[in-house]
């Protein structure tokens, strides 16, 4: 089994939160981690008619052992602006103008390999995962329709 480093496996967790946070709120996941050389989507989801290519970003609020938990574990709740505005580090910060160029360039690549229509809906969204283990809650923020 490979061993992923612990950045990794804390991204795998808030991906997999978030995934079922997506599902619990009506949308269906089309896929996750799709990876080509230029760019990742971390997942891509449906609601209605609109595609969601939605960035994950996890930040682990409380240095606690981290090494059995899995995205069941977790009791999650929405965030309110106010709890964000007085947060020092925003993990959405990371979405930075490089990962913007490759994640467009993997959603032009995922859209013409699934034969989507030229006037298939699409939006960005970013979903941010802030994991404490410690009373193992996740605060989810959902960002949606970003604009680059």
């Not at 609020?61 to 309110?80: G, K, Y």
């Amino acid at each position: 089994m490979e061993k992923y480093s612990e950045k990794r496996r804390i991204g795998n967790l808030g991906e997999d939160i978030a995934s079922m946070f997506l599902v619990k709120q009506g949308y269906r996941i089309l896929d996750r981690n799709y990876l080509k050389k230029w760019g990742e989507l971390d997942v891509v989801a449906q609601l209605s008619d609109t595609i969601h290519f939605i960035e994950v970003k996890s930040k682990v609020s409380q240095n606690v052992s981290q090494n059995s938990f899995t995205a069941r574990d977790f009791r999650t709740e929405l965030s309110r602006e106010t709890d964000l505005a007085y947060d020092e580090y925003r993990p959405e910060e990371n979405v930075h103008y490089w990962k913007q160029k490759r994640m467009l360039r993997a959603i032009q690549t995922y859209i013409l390999e699934k034969k989507f229509s030229d006037d298939q809906e699409w939006q960005i969204d970013v979903i941010t995962v802030k994991l404490n283990f410690h009373v193992k809650v996740a605060i989810i923020n959902h960002i949606e329709n970003i604009v680059f």
